[in-house]
């Protein structure tokens, strides 16, 4: 087979003869694997990873801690191992105990790490919740294609002006792992991230429907660049991706339950107080998004962190069917 990217480090299209066009290589040796992960990826059965920014940056005490744990066990009701990933004192973690999980969602000296962060946190021996973004780069470097979140950054409103654009994005463009999310709330500006993503290259596939979910509510006014309807469309989509040479992630919007909903027209304005306190404040860069989630919970007196346990949990149960889709499509 011929593929574009031969380079010894292609992590994902092997591309040499005689093996799986999928055959994934050994997980880096920089990275710290549970057992169950491991053997889990050697023997090609369905993992998920899952970010820790959302545990340490995106939500309160207790609650946190309480949600990591529901996902990893949907994670598992759906027949996938899950794999929650951070740095813990400089090592990267693929797949943590209950302690570690404790510990990203209470101890203060855990810094939030995109991918520039990465190497600077590591190399100090440092505590880190990853990103989207720095959680890809660590899913992809362990073997793990699909990856389960709440809200991917994007670009900023106002980013004309600020070039606030998320490394979530460019990290689409580049590393091979499906990103299962509620969409993007419209902290950021919907319309520029979804024409962002076209330039990169990524796609973004409505779960389900036609428009692009823009995470407590169902509806952005925004449509879906495309659509799936089950786990193995998406599958299918992944392979065809990959198997083409064509490097990066994918975007899944999985449209948050209805019943679990804030219609667009309560939030909006929660959302616009949010960021005029923002403003006021002087908050900006990586402390953004983190200072908006945490008003907006304050401002909806904790309804907002409800709608997104909720979506979280209802992204775990895709995300385990699709694993587990893409897994038998590699076997098969
Ligand atoms: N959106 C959410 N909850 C989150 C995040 C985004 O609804 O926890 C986190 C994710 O980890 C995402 C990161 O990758 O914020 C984006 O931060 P930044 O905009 O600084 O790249
Ligand atoms: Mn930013």
Sequence with gaps: MNTPDTTPNAASTAGQAGTAPHAERPPHPALTLTEEVREALAAGHPVVALESTIISHGMPYPQNVAMATEVEQIIRDGGAVPATIAVLDGRPRVGLTRPDLELLATDQAVTKVSLRDLPYVVARGEHGATTVAA?????????????????????????????????DLTELAQTDVAVVSAGVKSILDIGLTLETLETLGVPVIGYGTDEFPAFFSRRSGFAAPMRADSPAELAAIMHTKWDLGIRGGLDIANP???????PADQIDAIIDRALSDMDAKGVKGKDATPFLLGRIVEITGGESLRANIALVKNNARLGARIAAAYAELQRG
Excluded: C, K, N, W
């Design 135 to 167: 959680t890809m780069r660590l899913a992809a470097l362990a073997g793990i294609r699909t990856f389960v979140t709440g809200g991917l950054g994007g670009v900023h409103r106002g980013a004309q002006q600020s070039f606030d654009i998320s490394a």
């Design 256 to 262: 948050i339950p209805a019943e679990d909903e804030i």
